[in-house]
């Protein structure tokens, strides 16, 4: 079953001789339960098809759709509600909120949409993700991997149609890389959780079913 299809994706900023085509005319489908790795050095293109992906930023033209939507179609209010509850993004810098603590963390896209938070599911996923006895501790309290399967558990709460990592590993040391690389490997096997990571690490890359690959904005 197709969950994210991308059809002639383009990207420009500035005009004239300032024009800088950031992605060019990009087109590809990831099947629900996919594991895909996006590759590219650096200013290749693929944050920002990432973030076209996931509705953070509007294309110049073409179209994505999601679980069969287009989300270009809608208004921004409506694409910042279909973002929190279909779309899970992970960033390298955790984003976490400072003054909440793991759980709190965790299930703030369910406060914000007031839905009843499962307890035997909050309990599953904190075990899963390690966190069963850091669940009461704020962001500075943690490891930087930890608060990475933080920001993991909050993208994983709603059962988003795709979850998209942009270089989840790119802030931490080796060891913790592969923590967080098997966590969302075992994410994807036990909730069949779609999801595409952008790297620039090849052997992290490898771990994902498929690789694309960018250049120049172009998949190569």
């Known amino acids: 079953m197709e969950i994210v299809k991308v059809e002639n994706l383009v990207k420009k900023y500035g005009k004239d001789e300032n024009e800088v085509i950031a992605v060019n005319n990009v087109s590809f ?14 200013g290749s293109g693929k944050s920002t098809l990432l973030h076209l992906i996931g509705g953070v930023d509007r294309p110049t033209s073409g179209k994505v759709f999601i679980n069969g939507k287009d989300i270009y179609s809608l208004k921004d209010d409506e694409l910042a509600i279909f973002r929190r509850r279909e779309v899970g993004l992970i960033y390298q810098f955790y984003n976490l909120i400072p003054i909440l603590n793991v759980v709190e963390n965790i299930t703030l896209p ?37 608060q990475q399967r933080v920001a993991i558990g909050r993208s994983l709460i709603c059962n988003p149609s795709v979850i998209l990592a942009d270089e989840p590993t790119g802030n931490l040391d080796s060891n913790a890389s592969e923590e967080i690389i098997k966590l969302l490997k075992e994410s994807n096997k036990k909730y069949n959780q779609t999801i595409i990571m952008i790297t620039h690490n090849l052997e992290i890359a490898k771990m994902a079913d498929r690789i694309i690959k960018i250049e120049d904005g172009k998949i190569v």
């Open 29 to 42: 489908t990831v099947e629900k339960g996919e594991f895909v790795a996006i590759v590219g050095s650096s």
């Open 110 to 146: 369910l406060e914000l949409d007031k839905i009843q938070i499962e307890k035997d599911k909050l309990d599953e996923l904190l075990k899963v993700l390690g966190l069963e006895n850091r669940k009461d501790h704020l962001p500075n309290q943690l490891s930087g991997g930890q």
